[in-house]
């Protein structure tokens, strides 16, 4: 009988222990990487110089800045994510750029080169987007990186809260566009595009969510 008693026990204890496993894997973080595969990432970059030319399908989306005469130049970059998933709950999520050794524009980033990235609420098309046309912005939870050292890569990018208005908001979200902090300064961040022929160097998100309750 005691065997018996005993070994109801056991059962129970074990059940418990099992159900408390599916429990917190219910609620174990899922991991979604967004890379540039079959057209699910679009960028371009943005010229304030060249304010009606497309630049959709260059190797590099360089942030830029310098004066120029009297003038300033600046570029801009547009960056779109398009399969981030509508109303999830957003543990963390980073943005991976990845300094691009081979570009044309020259062989190091340089000046006061930390850039803010904003969430675009307004449509805009890689193939036709210009400095002109550019979308627009909110600078709700916008993010401020640090400075990005000579030929090295940005640190990884939390984008949280970025991500979760993002999937919160689906209807009013086209991505992020990345600017310099200071876009008075003589500044260069060489970035590597999702059209660039290394495909290690190219945009990534890296996403870890729950379904919302």
Not at 138 to 158: A, E, G, S, V, Y
Request: proline share 3%; hydrophobic share 35%.
């Amino acid at each position: 009988m005691k065997k018996s008693i005993k070994m109801r026990i056991n059962n129970l204890f074990a059940l418990g222990l099992f159900s408390l496993f599916l429990v917190s894997c219910s609620k174990s973080p899922k991991e979604l990487v967004l890379e540039a595969k079959n057209g699910n990432i679009e960028d371009a970059l943005i010229c304030k110089f060249l304010p009606y030319q497309n630049f959709s399908e260059e190797e590099n989306i360089h942030l830029y800045s310098s004066k120029q005469g009297d003038s300033i130049n600046v570029n801009r970059v547009v960056l779109s994510f398009k399969e981030i998933p509508a109303n999830i709950k957003i543990d963390s999520a980073f943005l991976q750029l990845k300094f691009n050794a081979k570009s044309v524009i020259g062989k190091e980033s340089f000046g006061e080169n930390g850039f803010i990235i904003q969430r675009i609420i307004s449509p805009w098309d890689e193939t036709e987007v210009n400095w002109a046309n550019a979308p627009v912005t909110t600078d709700h939870n916008q993010i401020f990186t640090d400075k990005t050292k000579l030929n090295k890569d940005p640190n990884r990018i939390n984008v949280t809260r970025l991500v979760q208005d993002i999937s919160d908001d689906k209807d009013n979200s086209y991505g992020f566009l990345l600017k310099l902090i200071n876009e008075n300064s003589s500044s260069l961040v060489l970035l590597a595009s999702s059209n660039n022929s290394e495909a290690s160097l190219r945009p990534k998100l890296k996403i870890y969510y729950s379904d919302k309750q």
